[in-house]
């Protein structure tokens, strides 16, 4: 037997690939005979297209087909709703109607014998339009309830209004943030082969599956007959969750050619071909006592939304169970508008919401003359309150603890503006951070060799989080092998079937597959050779064995609310002449159950906090109220952070937590808590440094002069 | 001839700009292309020579993830028309380890966990092989300032100071003897 393999800082086992260049991401797949396409998009956020001159464009060297509503295929756009998908509303149907209901929305697609030739000729195609008049200022836009029960939307314990309104202590503030794309570095692309009624598709992708499934339902054929293989993604944090328009696009121009097509987005396109984390307007309210104790909690909030779908994410989640509070409500609406459908992007509600509800605990803290950490633990429940179920296990307490000690807390003075290095202000703020746990069904499959080797498989996706080292070393661990024995293979829908890869859920859920099937192929093979040691069994059978496995979870939901929890404590240097602020300083700690591998999950934490920085200072699409174009849609104008302003000290403590409940691994997911607590500590820095409260992000330095 | 126009092909595509025969000098091999004048260095390796280390992350310049060493300087090859780097020496990711040894800077990549989707990483390497080079990676404030050109949406920025960090180091200990 090997020693323990989870738990262990293995270096990823798909370094080498990532170091040299040969990591094949969608794009780079080798077809024979392959067209490139480019998309024309709608440059009015409403109407209908008067007319479409394609005339020169046709004539344009290289070009093979062009495709607009007028000529292309009816196609079958069969109802299929995705996990990722909105539940209320009809996914956008491209190229079927004269019908614009948002910028950048395709119009025509040109296929040609080369990239340049094709992005030159979907420049000549000339495009006229019947404008209607279009709501594209969330400002102006009276947000509703979503379609649905009110209940779900609007949800009460106990008596806020009243009690707000007895409270000694109050704050009652609104936040707003701004909308924001995830910007992965690798724009999304898509090759298309088609032979016959069966279709081939690399793709970048959060879920293989899912976009066989939605692609076999716009095309009416079975989703068997769809192939998806993506074993690379450049980073997504959320944009690769739903099948996006493109991808039908890409598989269309391959069906009108007849010949293999490679569409990629440019990066102006992927502030309109995929979702993007909406605009959202909050408004907390907090009462409390004068020892601190929370008494009420109005927490209400509303997101854009596109017309032809209610996008809806877990905004005000995290307020009903975070601090204890006897008296809650929370209000969720949406602001339909003529944009295209936001989408989640990484801690997809919680970090927006945690964000107002953490802001507001600070504004709290401070009525109160009270150290915002011992606001916190006040309020620590010892119970989920709004589920009325124990905790599986929460770490707060320890986090902050943990992280209050490494950062030297107890040094802070409360007063803002009383800490300085020389001219430049420092402040001090920390935030709690949570995300649920979640684990849905998955599939995989395990097979012995003789030569001592095994194959894991599940169709599982790695967009950076380390999925390929982990299985394996979970599947080596299992097996008591060395892991480079182990070849673990995902991003394949001839795989076994794995759940979406978000939500943090792929360690919790792939891994106890990865782990149940490896178990069932070493018994058997152990069983049949009545050996104790595995490659000696293996040698003597001879033969492969092989196991699949099937994991769900049971009704611990039902006993037990799951949830990951943190802290984060930050320090910030303020420029009182520039404005400028800088982050010096972050640490997080965090309770998220076993760390499977804590190198890989430090790199995850710290690219969360790298994340958060960019939502607290940096990160904006701007929009145009007038027309809903967005003005900075490139890499040079929406400002993401850079080598420069990631803190010179970033610290990551994981807390020791075994939680027998949450799934067979105790993993709770680390993916987007990393995030979550991130900007609300930011601005609460700020605050401390400037004695500014700035309410809007992103808090760039025109906000703090 | 280098640079010349094919009369065939000029003939055939009408009014569209005429192939250009264009030679690369990448990784120490010559290629011979016959290229569309617009096409861009990296449309070059990554489209037509199937060199796909190079990443594209937006095509104008701002994400760095195409960098590639033209006579030694760090270049963004999305920047670059590949007419234009006829006659320069193009070292890309994919030439940068001696067979089946990685560069020090690969290694460190790797020790250092820095990196996550992997995307960035080509650039981000071939970025910080340069600034070795150039004296810039004295500390990790100079490291962060010269590899401020080069974006890591998964945020493994620190990794990649600490690799690049090692690497430098490895590279002084050599030169000093």
């Known amino acids: ?705 | 001839m280098p640079g010349a126009i094919s009369p065939a092909l000029a003939q055939a595509a009408g009014a569209a700009p005429a192939l250009l025969d264009v030679s690369l000098r990448i990784n120490g091999t010559e290629h011979r292309l016959s290229l569309d004048p617009r096409t861009t260095l990296l449309d070059a390796l990554r489209e037509h020579l199937h060199l796909t280390g190079s990443k594209k992350g937006c095509g104008l310049g701002q994400c760095g993830a195409c960098t590639v060493l033209m006579d030694g300087m760090r270049v963004k090859a999305c920047l670059s028309l590949a007419a234009l780097a006829q006659g320069r020496e193009i070292k890309t990711i994919e030439g940068l380890a001696q067979g089946d040894e990685l560069h020090p800077l690969q290694a460190s990549f790797i020790e250092r966990d820095a990196f996550q989707c992997g995307y960035c990483t080509s650039g981000q390497i071939m970025a910080g092989v340069a600034c070795i080079s150039e004296g810039h990676a004295g500390s990790p404030q100079d490291i962060r300032e010269w590899m401020s050109g080069n974006l890591c949406r998964c945020g493994a920025y620190d990794h990649i100071v600490a690799a690049i960090q090692d690497a430098a180091a490895v590279s002084s200990s050599t030169q000093g003897g």
């Open chain 1, 1 to 705: 037997m090997t020693a323990a393999l989870i738990g262990k800082s293995v270096s990823r086992v798909d370094g080498r690939l990532k170091v040299t260049g040969a990591a094949t991401y969608a794009a780079e797949f080798e077809v024979p005979n392959l067209a490139h396409a480019a998309v024309v998009r709608s440059i009015v956020a409403n109407g209908r297209l008067a007319s479409i001159d394609t005339a020169e464009a046709e004539r344009a060297p290289g070009v093979i087909a062009l495709v607009t509503h007028r000529n292309a295929p009816k196609l079958a756009y069969q109802p299929h709703k995705g996990l990722p998908d909105a539940a209320v509303g009809e996914r956008l149907h491209v190229l079927q109607d004269d019908r614009v209901t948002h910028q950048g929305q395709p119009i025509a697609l040109v296929v040609a014998e080369t990239l340049e030739q094709a992005v030159y000729a979907a420049e000549v195609v000339r495009v006229t339009y019947r404008n209607e008049a279009a709501a594209t200022d969330v400002a102006a836009v009276d947000p509703v309830l979503p379609t649905g029960k009110p209940a779900e939307w609007e949800i009460r314990r106990g008596e806020a209004d009243s009690a707000f309104e007895q409270a000694e202590f109050r704050v009652d503030q609104t936040y707003v943030i701004p909308r924001e794309n995830h910007n992965p570095i690798e724009m999304f692309a898509t090759i298309a082969s088609w032979e016959g009624d069966s279709l081939t598709l690399w793709d970048k992708t959060q879920w293989v599956h899912n976009v066989a499934e939605e692609i076999a339902a716009v095309f009416g054929i079975a989703a068997e007959n769809v192939r998806v293989i993506s074993p690379f993604v450049g980073g997504a944090f959320g944009s690769g969750l739903r099948c996006w328009p493109h991808v039908t696009l890409a598989a269309l121009g391959a069906r009108v050619d007849g010949r293999p097509v490679k569409l990629v987005l440019s990066r102006r396109e992927m502030y309109y071909g995929v979702g993007y984390r909406p605009h959202t307007v909050q408004r907390v309210a907090l009462g409390a006592s004068r020892d601190g104790q929370l008494q009420a909690i109005r927490h209400e909030g509303h997101q854009e939304t596109s017309t032809y779908e209610e996008f809806t994410e877990a905004l005000l989640s995290a307020t009903r169970f975070l601090h204890a509070c006897p008296n809650v409500h929370t209000r969720h609406r949406i602001a339909p508008m003529h944009v295209h459908t936001p989408t989640y992007m990484r801690a997809p509600g919680e970090a927006s919401g945690i964000y107002a509800l953490e802001s507001a605990m600070d504004e709290l803290a401070v009525a109160l003359s009270m150290d915002p950490v011992d606001l916190r633990l006040r309020n620590e429940p010892d119970r989920d309150e709004f589920k009325d179920l124990p905790f599986s296990s929460r770490s707060t307490k320890e986090c902050y603890r943990a992280a209050a000690e490494r950062f030297g807390w107890s040094q802070r003075t409360a007063e803002p503006r009383s800490m300085r290095d020389g001219r430049l202000l420092i402040g001090w703020g920390m935030a709690s951070a949570t995300y649920p746990m979640n684990y849905a069904p998955a599939s995989a499959l395990a097979r012995l060799l003789p030569d001592g080797t095994a194959e894991v498989m599940s169709a599982a996706s790695d967009m950076g989080p380390g999925t390929w080292t982990s299985m394996t070393q979970v599947a080596a661990d299992t097996l008591g092998l060395p892991v480079e024995r182990v070849k673990f293979t995902l991003g394949d829908t001839r795989l076994p079937r794995a759940p979406v890869h978000g939500g943090s859920m792929t360690m919790a859920s792939v891994g106890s597959a990865v782990q149940a099937a490896c178990r069932k192929a070493r018994e058997d093979a152990l069983a049949r050779a009545g050996s104790n040691d595995l490659e000696e069994a293996m040698e003597r059978l001879g033969q492969v064995i092989e196991a699949t496995a099937d994991v769900a979870p049971g009704d611990e939901t039902k006993r037990f609310s799951m949830h990951a929890f943190g802290a984060v404590f930050v320090e910030v240097a303020v420029d009182p002449d520039l404005g400028e602020t800088r982050v010096r300083r972050i640490v997080g700690a965090y309770g998220a159950g076993r760390v499977v591998n804590p190198k890989i999950a430090r790199s995850q934490c710290i690219g969360g906090m790298i994340g958060g920085i960019g939502m607290a200072l940096m990160e904006h699409s701007v929009v145009d109220p007038r027309n809903g174009r967005v003005t900075n849609a490139n890499l040079a104008e929406y400002a993401v952070p850079v080598h420069a302003d990631a803190p010179p000290v970033m610290d990551v403590i994981f807390v020791d937590e075994h939680d027998p409940h949450v799934n067979p691994l105790g993993v709770k997911g680390l993916g987007e808590i990393a995030l979550v607590g991130v900007a609300p500590a930011i601005a609460n820095a700020i605050f401390h440094a400037t004695g500014k409260r700035v309410r809007e992000l992103p808090i760039t330095p025109d906000k703090l002069l």
